[in-house]
Nanobody
Framework: QVQLVESGGGLVQPGGSLRLSCAAS????????IGWFRQAPGMEREGVSC????????YYADSVKGRFTISRDNAKNTVYLQMNSLKPEDTAVYYC?????????WGQGTQVTVSS
């Protein structure tokens, strides 16, 4: 079964850290660019960060630049999003997306809540 599964979300205090994982099964991520998106209640889904298939290029939204780091381990078929200095406005459901000419896949999302 082809799927992406996010994990690592949870409740964290402002200033804290979380590391999200996006693991693929049923296909290899080697040929896919991976993006992390998030959607807060009542808001549209927005792009947070992405990484090229070989990891050589990355992108960050201005709102997370300097706080979040995207990385990938193709040997583990997994992409990570390290989130530091978390703020209440980072609260959202975080989704990963794998995209290439072969197709596009979405995970089911993982909830991140930043609150004291």
């Amino acid at each position: 079964q082809v799927q992406l599964v996010e994990s690592g979300g949870g409740l964290v205090q402002p200033g804290g850290s979380l590391r999200l994982s996006c693991a693929a099964s049923g296909f290899t991520l080697d040929y896919y660019a991976i993006g992390w998106f998030r959607q807060a209640p009542g808001m549209e889904r927005e792009g947070v960060s992405c990484i090229s298939s070989n990891g050589g290029s990355t992108y960050y939204a201005d709102s997370v630049k300097g706080r979040f780091t995207i990385s990938r381990d193709n040997a583990k078929n997994t992409v990570y999003l390290q989130m530091n200095s978390l703020k209440p406005e980072d609260t959202a459901v975080y989704y990963c997306n794998a995209a290439s000419y072969r197709g596009t896949y979405w995970g089911q999302g993982t909830q991140v809540t930043v609150s004291s």
